[in-house]
């Protein structure tokens, strides 16, 4: 792969293209053009070229692109070829809701184990998987070579429980808690701040309200 | 407020100046500069005074700006100063645990109640609400005014659901199913599509391998 500098809105747009490549390839088509894809799709089809010839264009334009190869390479691209060992902290109803949403398994996400403070919890069953005491996180993460950790607890404790998975080895953290952590640069992060997202949608409700009036 | 156009990317960065600013106010802070907004938010002081200097600028640089002041017009901005009335289609893990995430209450987002076409769920109690019948949602958005939707169901329902939403004058959507709506211009729809956010989590963690490698 090449080694320049891909911006996170080229990124960004990656999964959305694998996505729409799965279906295409689960209704049987096996080529599409750029100028399909993009009316698929609602980008324009120059846009789609300009994101492809980052990663070298993936074949022939004009031709077509070939959708299971595409879909295939976009998922190296994206590290869906690996397998991720991944926890969950926080065993409320977000936990639960995303350990249960991840069939993900077949993408290469495995669930290894999810982790609270509340001793209510412990020993509780989800898929398949007892809650764990949030004291055994750090072993567990070291032994089990987890690579990413999905934090689901409250702001006030995710900065520290955050460093704790930093300090024992996590790759990756996918942030619910409703603030932006500091952690070093070389562990990513990908934020889910759920607010943010419905103020978006208030504010393009609001917009759209006052400009018809 | 004006009525220029602004953009996306300039309204996606709203809600975090509201987080940052409603903490600040909290611990007592009342006035900042851009540069220390900078400094806490890791974004430049000139984006942030360009980010502003879209709403007017929100008062005297230099001298700083006003927290509570500036909390309260961003949060204007975003609609937060009316109230939404929302109802969550899919009692799922996923809906419940939006609606008992709704403690943004005191934001102005009246949780209204919540749907699913599971007859083993009608009746349940979800934060005092019992779940519906979906037979039931369009009269009840007609009746009650309801402005947004969530969406928590499988992406196979999720286009046909929201044209029912469409048709009974929701006004926004915020959409969770693994899907990209098609809906009229005049509805809003924010997506939050969990599988594109985890996949760039991982694209970032290899990305970084390889670059040390």
């Keep these: 792969m090449e080694n320049k500098e891909i911006s996170q809105a080229v990124i960004g747009r990656l999964p959305r293209y ?32 300009q994101d492809f010839n980052n990663f070298g264009g993936f074949g022939q334009q004009g031709y077509g692109y070939k959708v299971e190869y595409l879909y295939e390479e976009i998922g190296k691209i994206l590290g869906l070829d690996k397998t991720h060992n991944l926890i969950i902290i926080g065993a409320g109803n977000l936990g639960q809701a995303l350990a249960n949403y991840m069939n993900f398994e077949r993408r290469g996400f ?38 990413i950790a999905v934090l689901t607890i409250p702001k006030s404790s995710a900065e520290s429980v955050a460093k704790r998975l930093v300090d024992n080895g996590i790759k990756g953290i996918w942030n619910f808690a409703h603030v932006d952590l500091d952690v070093p640069k070389r562990i990513q992060v ?23 009036k």
């Design 190 to 212: 990908e934020n889910v701040h759920l607010s943010d997202s419905v103020m978006k949608l208030t504010y393009n409700i609001h917009r759209y309200e006052q400009e018809e």
């Design 110 to 147: 495995l669930f290894r184990g999810i982790f609270d403070n509340d001793p209510a919890l412990y020993g509780k069953k989800i898929r398949e998987m007892e809650v764990k005491p949030i004291e055994e996180m750090e072993s567990f993460v070291r032994e089990n070579q987890i690579d």
């Design 18 to 49: 694998f996505r729409y490549l799965g279906e295409l390839k689960d209704q049987g088509i096996e080529r599409i053009s750029s100028q399909e894809l993009s009316d698929i799709m609602d980008v324009t089809a120059s846009q789609i070229r």
